[in-house]
């Protein structure tokens, strides 16, 4: 099965979560999981990155840290996604040596270009539909999809409200990734290993 989801955690993480992972994981259509929690300590993140990083390893899945590239080569994962302001690209890229480093670049073509003139292993664009997760994120434009894909050799991702229904329309344009959190981690209708079988 080709690994395509790029999937991120919820906002919180419970006791119950770790189970839920292992059961989506072991689908197999996720390449990456980016642990993003915007409201807790480094010190607990350090120790959730460590139970989580044990459960992707396992499935072959890259474990990606959100925001702080320090917390990143703290935790041993295997990357660290940053934000536009999360720290200046080239240095951060210095210190993260030979890991993953992704770049936010919401409809930006300059800030595409700078992220490929900083090395980074991949770029994420967004959002392209309503997002539960970011309700006022900055929207990204289908055009610039379509000219990242042509323009930029690297590998892009596509984040923002994307479920089981618009998904295939932006594989066709370019992404190689889809990002996705609430669909999983909050669907009204499906338990998270059901909800992960949507995406083939």
């Known amino acids: ?55 992707t390893k396992k499935y072959k899945v890259k474990f990606i840290l959100n925001d702080d590239h320090i917390l990143a080569l703290k935790a041993n994962a295997d990357g660290c996604h940053l934000g536009q302001g999360d720290g200046l690209l080239k240095l951060v890229r210095k210190k993260m040596k030979k890991k993953i480093l992704g770049v936010t670049c919401h409809n930006s073509k300059i800030f595409a270009i700078e992220a490929v003139q900083a090395k980074a292993n991949y770029l994420a664009f967004g959002s392209f539909y309503k997002s539960k997760l970011k309700p006022k994120a900055i929207r990204a434009k289908i055009n610039t999809l379509k000219w990242a894909y042509k323009n930029i050799k690297k590998p892009i991702v596509v984040i923002g409200g994307i479920n089981n229904k618009n998904y295939k329309k932006l594989i066709k344009l370019g992404a190689k990734y889809i990002a996705i959190s609430s669909f999983i981690w909050d669907n009204p209708k499906l338990k998270p290993e059901f909800a992960i079988k949507k995406f083939k």
């Open 1 to 55: 099965m080709r690994k395509f989801v790029y999937l991120i955690s919820p906002s919180k993480i419970n006791e119950g979560f770790y189970l839920k992972l292992e059961k989506v994981l072991s689908f197999g259509n996720t390449a990456f999981f980016q642990l993003r929690l915007k409201k807790t300590s480094k010190k607990s993140i350090l120790q959730i990155a460590k139970r989580i990083k044990k459960i």
